[in-house]
Nanobody
């Protein structure tokens, strides 16, 4: 089975930074997209950032300018550096993997991590 393991979540103060990592194991194909989604209470799950094996990078408007995503293809590991954290960033962050494109809809991702809580305090 394909397994996505997330790390780096936790509690931080507003204005601080964090780095989330997602390591995928068991995925043999070289073509894929890995993405970070987040979901806060009462809101829909939304894509935060993504990068494909072909090099395409996407950021949501909510984190543009504060986020940097990188993909280590050799390790199949996606890293999200998020700076200047805001209270609105509080959410459960999920790592996801699709077999090809960086789809915007979470329904298009076939593999998911367990999720990691990020809590930003004012």
């Amino acid at each position: 089975q394909v397994r996505l393991t997330e790390s780096g979540g936790g509690a931080v103060q507003a204005g601080g930074s964090l780095r989330l990592e997602c390591a995928a194991s068991g995925y043999a194909d070289r073509e894929y997209c890995m993405a970070w989604f987040r979901q806060s209470p009462g809101k829909e799950r939304a894509k935060v950032a993504a990068k494909s094996s072909k090099g395409r990078i996407e950021y949501s408007g909510a984190v543009e300018g504060r986020a940097t995503v990188s993909l280590d293809s050799a390790k199949t590991t996606l890293t999200l550096q998020l700076n200047n954290l805001k209270s609105e960033d509080t959410a459960v962050y999920y790592c996801a993997l699709s077999r090809n494109h960086c789809y915007s809809s979470p329904e298009m991702y076939v593999y998911w991590g367990q999720g990691t809580q990020v809590t930003v305090s004012s």
